[in-house]
């Protein structure tokens, strides 16, 4: 399952709703970030599912060849991590009460598939053979303060399969507790990849997101009936919440299987310049410019010269009706500019 929603806001002005970020070519390869992710994921499933809200269905049909309507599952509207893992979940169980999904992210980057793959492949036969929830944790390479964290405890076995048991979560740590998790051995970053038997997952929303479990019966039901409209009236009523503090911070049921590849959000312009190719004073450049004493910076303007003098650690970022001018330090504060257009009702912007 692909969750393929939200906008990106941190991406503005390329990351628009009408060109979220996980249909962009981000990584360098030329693909979408959605592309890439299901032909990263598809070798290990019998079916591969995009999870999606119903204004994204034109934009993501043609970036899969071959996806058809019954790939997709769609939310009426963005309705959170919580509703939309449950609305898939349940529509998955209807078509197979057997079915283990495992929820990976439209828009990571990843380098190291043969690592990734087989961090899923240990998932997916831990999720079956134990009957609970299993994510997947990636050990830290540095301190990072803009993360979550898992912290394991001890290892259990399921047939030949092990994982660790969850012990918390923890949000966003500053940057000496950061420093400190790095250290232990003990904590990995959370990249919200759950893995489970649709079953299992349902059990627990149903203990400990009630509201969420009822509220989804109701939307099948009508989709079953036919009733699209009123599937869509009871899905914009349920409570929007993050699926991390619904389920998997309160269940006693999870597991983590810990893996090694390299793994990066891109959830700002700062990401994707560490991730792309730098000429030799560190720049990253999208386009025709003259750079004169300039270091360390990331310019993206494809369709017209960009100059720039006596700058260091600057980004730049050019479309058609938009320009963003910020220091990289800066950058995850581009999404204030997004909710500053979004108060100010110049939605033709986002």
């Known amino acids: 399952m692909i969750p393929a929603g939200g906008a990106g806001s941190r991406l503005w002005p390329r990351s628009r709703r009408s060109a979220p970020k ?15 992710t299901y032909d ?144 232990d051995g003990r904590h990995f970053w959370n990249l919200s990849m759950f893995c489970f038997r649709c079953e299992t997952f349902l059990e627990e929303l149903r203990r400990h997101g009630p509201e969420h479990h009822a509220g989804l019966a109701r939307v099948l039901a009508a989709r079953r009936a036919g009733d699209e409209e009123k599937a869509a009236r009871l899905y914009a009523k349920l409570p929007v919440q993050a699926v991390d503090y619904t389920v998997m911070e309160r269940t006693s049921r999870l597991l983590m299987v810990p893996a090694s590849f390299q793994w990066v959000d891109v959830g700002s312009w700062s990401e994707l310049a560490d991730l792309l190719q730098a000429d030799a004073q560190g720049n990253v450049v999208d386009g025709v410019t003259i750079l004169i004493d300039t270091s360390g910076s990331f310019i993206s303007a ?6 720039v003098i006596g700058m260091d650690d600057l980004i730049v970022v050019d479309t058609e009706d938009a320009l963003l001018v910020c220091p990289k330090s800066r950058a995850q504060d581009v999404k204030k500019v997004v909710e500053t257009l979004g108060s100010t009702r110049r939605t033709n912007y986002l």
């Open 22 to 36: 996980h249909v962009l070519p981000l990584s360098g390869t030329g693909k979408p970030l959605l592309r890439e």
């Open 40 to 183: 990263r994921i598809a070798p290990l499933a019998r079916e591969v599912f995009i999870l999606t809200e119903a204004r994204q269905v034109p934009l993501i049909a043609g970036l899969v060849p071959g996806l058809g309507p019954h790939s997709l599952i769609v939310e009426p509207c963005a309705g959170g991590t919580t509703n939309a893992l449950g609305l898939a979940a349940m529509t998955l169980r209807e078509r197979d009460p057997e079915a283990v999904m495992i929820s990976v992210a439209a828009d990571h980057v990843i380098r190291g598939t043969a690592a990734y793959r087989s961090a899923v492949r240990r998932a997916a036969a831990v999720a079956e053979a134990s009957g609970e929830i299993v994510t997947i944790g990636l050990r830290p390479t540095y301190p990072a303060t803009g993360l979550g964290y898992i912290e394991a405890g001890s290892e259990e076995r399921f047939g030949r399969q092990g994982a660790l048991r969850v012990q918390r979560f923890v949000e966003k740590p500053p940057l000496e507790v950061a420093t400190r998790y790095v250290e």
């Open 302 to 307: 494809p369709d017209k010269l960009v100059a």
